[in-house]
């Protein structure tokens, strides 16, 4: 399959260790992050995680999910850049 | 107001905590001092790490965490494996270690070391307290995790200034987190289209996993295959959610599973799999894996659905939820051909082993005599490799929570412990640890907690004087290479500059000598007459004692499916 750049944007709860936590998820399984940025939004216990990773569709769907399944986590969309 | 410790302890109250494991150390003596006054038990193990297996083995024996505290530093750290081992395996688990002072994190204070950020990537969630008032929400936060979604253990690690300030938060009644809902149940077009599949399904298989047992879905699957007529496989994790004594039952499936498993998992069209995740040591080759299945993977994780295999159906939802709304759309159906296919494969091949050489015990027959001497009622805990294999193999396993295994991470040292913290989890069961020489060494020291609490466990020592496994694939796989994996005085590698002509022994330690060194009984077995004798005698005394069986060194686990192969490239011996 196709490695291709894939846009992920997380909206997570504004708490120590989550920025580490979803990274390390991602670093951990060998993927590299091209570009990261963290930001506030509106609503200050949340913030915006933009990641883009190089990866398969099947890898970046795994990723998703992973996501997804952390306990910070509130929103994870996904498209291909 | 009350200390942040004292907090802590009545928190531990509320969420039920009956039994809590452990080691003290400078950054628990708050909470320490507290514990003379809780409700709960606190059991002292020897090891943080045995302390931490103990509330895994609990957790595993009963469904509810099993709670451990530890200091900072290498308390901290001497948990690692137990939390991985928990995580893997999807055990609920509740992890406290102490920190010290917020003031000095990052300092390299005494003991300190970044819990957190160690622990993060082998457990399911952690907490670095800040204060505490924090303290009675994060234990209700952790247990909510630990419990909800697929299980898994949660680290809690709290300082030591927040231990000894003072507060009046309280226990929350209800917990609900805002980002993390991980209830998720079956559509009614997934239902009806799961219904029509098993009604149409000519060859279908279930395959039942750790999840099965985890949702208390055991009578549910069974109440499925008879209705439907469906033979069932399990994984390791799933040992004990289907009984083996059931013409339907196919046994164990995966690298070491019966032919009849593995074989028609190969050349069924439908195979409903249940709580499982499809791990290397189960699908073997995976590009040749179930290629004539429809298949159907029913999990509460979604990231386990289509990660390893793709999923033709892939339900996210509880599999109890699943199986009780879906029953109703089940026809009632037989598949004589199919079975008496599958029954061909058993007769063909059956599970079985020859005595290589006259008058020594096959380690196949202590788990054998363990069945018959315990009317194959007893919680069976392992430890990791060939016995661990032949335990999951030779053991009719009939109930859920009697087999007690490390799965995903294979954790050597498991056995010992985690049957201590079944032993306290269930006081009424006959529990058997079922370890290699080599396993028993890592956790020995726990065979004290058993002792001095009275526990009737019996750690069963089956010695071959070697590491087992490893020196089956290095015989298998390198050329008869035994580096490092022969325990024995005898087969060592030059590298090792043993000079086997000055050893005055045949191996060490003496487990007679040991066990009773720790206050236990201890018995030797080498005539195969005297082996089921001794377990029954060890096993009607109730008391905590330690059978050392010595077994035929040159034993092997079949059948199996070599690294990489495919389930048609079985080998049997």
Request: hydrophobic letters at 45%; proline letters at 5%.
């Amino acid at each position: 399959m196709n490695e291709e750049v894939y846009r992920f944007n997380c909206y997570v709860e504004n708490k120590p260790g989550v920025l580490a936590r979803i990274v390390g998820l991602i670093s951990g399984r060998g993927y590299n992050i091209q570009t990261l940025n963290v930001g506030p939004t509106e609503d200050g216990t949340v913030s915006r995680m933009k990641i883009d990773i190089l990866g398969t569709a099947r890898v970046i769907a795994q990723i998703t999910s992973q996501l997804q399944n952390q306990v910070n986590v509130i929103e994870v969309t996904c498209r291909k850049l | 107001m009350r200390t942040g410790a004292r907090a802590l302890v009545e928190s531990l109250e509320k969420a039920g905590v009956e039994v809590l494991f452990g080691y003290p150390g400078g950054a628990v003596l708050d909470i320490f001092n507290c514990l003379p006054e809780a409700k709960f038990n606190f059991v002292l193990g020897r090891h943080e790490q045995g302390s931490a297996h103990m509330a895994d083995g609990y957790a595993r024996a009963t469904g509810k965490p099993g709670v451990c505290i530890v200091t900072s530093g290498p308390g901290a750290t001497n948990t690692i494996t137990g939390l991985a081992t928990a995580n893997i395996d999807g055990i609920p688990m509740i992890v406290i270690t102490g920190q010290v002072a917020l003031s000095l994190i990052g300092t390299d204070a005494f003991q300190e070391a970044d819990t957190t950020g160690i622990a993060r990537g082998v457990s399911k969630h952690c907490f670095l307290v800040q204060s505490a008032d924090e303290i009675p929400q994060t234990i209700a936060e952790a247990f909510y995790i630990a419990t909800h979604g697929k299980p898994g253990p949660v680290v809690i690690d709290i300082p030591k200034n927040c231990q000894q300030a003072l507060t009046a938060a309280k226990y929350p009644e209800r917990v609900s987190l805002r980002a993390y809902h991980p209830e998720s149940t079956a559509t009614v077009r997934q239902l009806n289209r799961l219904a029509k599949l098993i009604n149409a399904a000519e060859r279908p298989v279930l395959y039942a996993g750790g999840g099965v047992i985890a949702s208390g879905a055991a009578s549910d699957v069974a109440a499925l295959a008879h209705r439907a007529e469906i033979p069932v496989t399990t994984t390791l994790m799933g040992l004990g959610s289907f009984d083996e004594h059931d013409p339907l039952a196919l046994g164990l499936s995966g690298m070491h599973g019966s032919a009849a498993a593995n074989w028609a998992l190969h050349e069924a069209d439908l195979i409903l799999a249940l709580g499982v995740r499809f791990s290397d040591r189960v699908t073997a080759k995976i590009s040749e894996y179930a290629q004539r299945a429809t298949l159907v993977h029913v999990d509460c994780d979604p990231a386990s659905i289509n990660k390893n295999v793709r999923a033709d159906l892939g339900i996210v939802a509880d599999v109890k939820d699943v199986l009780t709304t879906v029953s109703s759309r089940v026809k009632t159906a037989t598949h004589p051909a199919w079975l008496k296919r599958i029954a061909d494969w058993k007769r063909l091949k059956p599970l079985g082993y020859r005595p290589l050489h006259d008058g020594v015990i096959m380690p196949q027959a202590v788990v054998e005599a363990i069945d018959r001497a315990s009317k194959g009622r007893a919680i069976v805990v392992t430890d990791v490799g060939q016995t661990q294999m032949w335990a999951a193999q030779y053991f009719r396993h009939n109930r859920p929570r009697h087999f007690l295994s490390s799965g995903g991470m294979g954790t050597m040292g498991f056995g010992i412990p985690a049957a201590i913290g079944a032993a306290f989890a269930q006081p009424d069961e006959t529990v058997v640890a079922i370890c290699g020489d080599g396993g028993a060494q890592m956790t020995f020291e726990e065979v004290v907690v058993a002792v001095e609490h009275r526990l009737p466990v019996v750690f069963v020592v089956v010695n071959n004087g070697c590491l087992g496994m490893v020196r089956q694939w290095q015989e298998l796989f390198y050329a008869k290479r035994y580096a490092g994996s022969i325990l024995g005085s005898k087969g060592r590698m030059t590298i090792e500059r043993i000079d086997e002509s000055a050893l005055d022994y045949d191996y060490l330690p003496d487990f007679v000598k040991l066990a009773e060194a720790h206050g236990a009984k201890g018995y030797r077995v080498i005539d195969p007459a005297k082996l089921e004798p001794t377990i029954k005698k060890a096993l009607a005394a109730r008391k905590t004692a330690v059978v050392e069986v010595i077994v035929e060194p040159r034993a092997n686990v079949y059948p199996m499916i070599p690294g990489g192969k495919s389930v048609t490239e079985m080998v049997f011996d």
